[in-house]
């Protein structure tokens, strides 16, 4: 079984910045895809950004520009700097990993963007 930990999550005034991370239990070199996806109350989950085990990377229209999914294999970490934040960016984010024919999720972590 795979655990994904995921921390950095908080309240930011709009316009300012926060790096989520995730941990992972095992290697990240055994995934195919590692992603960060978000999720507001009553609204179904949507995909914030992706990147594949070749590095490449996917993000969706309402983060480009503002958010960046890295990765650091040694650590085990996938994270995800987000700058510029928008009060619509509120969301709980969730770090998933997939393999060929499953995938995980964290617990998530709760980013808050108000004045």
């Known amino acids: 079984q795979v655990q994904l930990v995921e921390s950095g999550g908080g309240l930011v005034q709009p316009g300012g910045s926060l790096r989520l991370s995730c941990a992972a239990s095992?290697?990240?070199?055994?995934?195919?895809?590692l992603g960060w996806y978000r999720q507001v109350p009553g609204k179904q989950r949507e995909l914030a950004a992706s990147i594949t085990s070749g590095g490449r990377t996917n993000y969706a229209e309402f983060v480009k520009g503002r958010f960046t999914i890295s990765r650091d294999n040694a650590k085990n970490t996938v994270y995800l700097q987000m700058n510029s934040l928008k009060p619509e960016d509120t969301a709980i984010y969730y770090c998933?990993?997939?393999?060929?024919?499953?995938?995980?999720w964290g617990q998530g972590t709760q980013v808050t963007v108000s004045s």
């Open positions: 998933t990993a997939r393999e060929a024919a499953r995938g995980y």
């Open positions: 095992r290697s990240l070199l055994s995934f195919v895809v």
